[in-house]
């Protein structure tokens, strides 16, 4: 090989004539494009070198370049072209083989010893795998949010799943969304999960076509990642992405390549952003942090514990193994619900149709959780076998989404419903109702910006009523009617409590919902 890659920021390439030195390397990415700074002399000779910069692969500058040195270093054309192409060809090989050696080593899925998978498919066998489950994720670590972090794992779970779901956490800037996620993306294998920090545009059109699939993608921060929501998009409805690119190979011609992505994925993301990821919420479940006094509390006894060496971390470490483990075992299944046709999402829900699509998939993956406790059935024209939804899965569905189902049929964003909800604890037994931005700025200790805007917001959904004080510049904001809120908790539970009681009132003696043609029962999933 005639390049000498010792210093990679000097790369040089000779032959019997030529040295030609690579200024400053050359860049790993963008294989579309080859663009160097030469330094090009004749060996043994006193002629002053040429510099210049081009990209290789734009043949008009190279042609230019190769009449230019000709003439300088009064050689031939033809030996020049030559070199040219061999320097580039291999600057192409050396540029692959630092790409390879970059590359993260993909993990490899552990083999279970027969210990291991004793205890997690023990797990999973056992009675309440619901309540166990949010049990442990506390003791791992996760202090606080009991609905929410078992909520997120059940959505993480779902990766496995043809129809994966998806979820974004929200809440003000340091009430730890990014470790709520964090934490229980741990509870999820190596293997299974994609931890990403900041993403470029065409990010995800450069991962290997099946990399993606049935993986777990945790992005850090939303804000920070707006040039690819909408390839985030297409991975999450159509399972699959697509680009087409212009590239041009050494010797200058261009071809057409066609980069595609395969899915499905289960894309989880934290943003402080609501309003500006519409598109992308509407695809996913909105987890809103809890950021009560009471939650603060919570988590600084947990951190005083752990500053004081009385956090068990070995045990921590345990559990985490254990639902890692639990994971693994977790195998492709279909699911049906034989229950479906006779549940019901409230009519004040927005976007019901998506709403109820993610609805009755919540509860598949609930059931698809719990595969080591239902019976495997055959259907017989099919061959396929799948497992069913019991009224148990559809019970603890509810009692994880009714929070969610409530914010989706709210016309607030959870940061402004979150502020109504302050305004009412700060009026209440107040002899003067009325008070004004700076007031509320002061006592709740939030930027006045943001309070404008959380008031402005309130003005338009008919929260507030506003008037401008006598002989002053500062306005008054008295609160409206609130009790709207009052009402959709109470339609919320009442539409799903009804379902589930009209199931339980018909479940008993009533055969199989989902065929007329009666099932093959096989052995549990093992």
Do not use: W
């Not at 009026?427 to 943001?450: C, H, V, Y």
Request: hydrophobic share 35%; net charge positive; proline share 3%.
């Amino acid at each position: 090989m005639r390049l000498n890659t010792t210093n990679p920021d000097s790369l040089i390439y000779e032959n019997d004539l030529l040295k030609l030195t690579v200024l400053g390397g050359i860049k790993l990415d963008g294989l579309d494009r080859m663009r160097v700074t030469l330094k090009i002399g004749l060996k043994g000779s006193e002629v002053v070198p040429l510099r210049h910069n081009l990209d290789l692969y734009n043949d008009n500058q190279l042609e230019r370049l190769i009449r230019k040195a000709a003439e300088r270093l009064e050689t031939g054309t033809s030996i020049l072209a030559a070199s040219f192409g061999e320097l580039t060809e291999q600057l192409e090989q050396y540029r692959l083989d630092q790409l390879r050696q970059a590359a993260p080593d993909l993990p490899e899925k552990p083999v279970l010893s027969p210990k291991e998978h004793k205890e997690a498919q023990s797990f999973l066998t056992r009675k309440s795998l619901m309540r166990r489950t949010g049990d442990l994720l506390g003791k791992a670590g996760i202090v606080g949010e009991e609905t929410n972090r078992l909520l997120m794992y059940v959505i993480f779970t779902s990766r496995k799943r043809s129809k994966p779901l998806h979820v974004i956490s929200l809440g003000s800037s340091g009430t730890g969304k990014t470790h709520l996620q964090e934490k229980v993306g741990e509870m999820i294998p190596e293997e299974d999960k994609i931890e990403i920090t900041t993403l470029s545009e065409n990010a995800f059109y450069y991962f290997g076509r099946q990399e993606l699939r049935q993986k777990l993608i945790l992005i850090e921060d939303l804000d920070g990642a707006e040039g690819v929501l909408f390839p985030l998009r297409e991975l999450q409805s159509k399972k699959r992405i697509s680009k087409t690119v212009a590239h041009k190979n050494a010797r200058g011609e261009t071809k057409t390549i066609h980069l595609v992505v395969e899915g499905p994925v289960s894309v989880a993301g934290c943003t402080t952003k609501e309003e500006i990821y519409e598109d992308n919420a509407n695809r996913s479940f909105l987890v809103y942090l809890d950021e009560t006094e009471a939650q603060d509390k919570r988590i600084m006894d947990y951190q005083r514990k752990q500053s004081a060496g009385k956090i068990n971390e070995e045990e921590q470490d345990k559990i985490i193994k254990l639902l890692k483990n639990t994971q693994r075992l977790l195998k492709p299944v279909k699911v049906i619900n034989p229950y479906a046709e006779l549940l019901d999402i409230p009519k004040e829900v927005f976007k019901p149709r998506r709403t109820n699509s993610h609805y009755l998939q919540f509860i598949e993956a609930v059931t698809f959780y719990h595969q080591y406790q239902r019976e495997e059935q055959v259907d017989k024209q099919t061959g396929e076998v799948y497992i069913e939804t019991t009224i148990e899965d559809i019970e603890e569905s509810n009692r994880l989404l009714k929070e969610i189902l409530i914010r989706k049929s709210d016309i607030l964003t959870g940061a402004g419903r979150d502020h109504l909800e302050r305004l009412k604890k700060y009026t209440k037994g107040k002899e003067d109702q009325s008070f004004t931005n700076i007031e509320i700025s002061r006592a709740m200790r939030i930027a006045l910006s943001t309070i404008k805007r959380y008031h402005h917001n309130l003005l338009d959904a008919g929260y507030l009523t506003c008037k401008r004080e006598q002989g002053s510049k500062s306005y008054k904001y008295e609160l409206l009617g609130f009790e709207y809120y009052e009402f959709l908790e109470k339609q919320v539970n009442t539409v799903l409590d009804k379902a589930l009681e009209q199931l339980k009132q018909r479940l008993t003696g009533s055969p199989s919902a989902h065929q007329a043609n009666e099932p093959v029962k096989s052995k549990k999933i093992s």
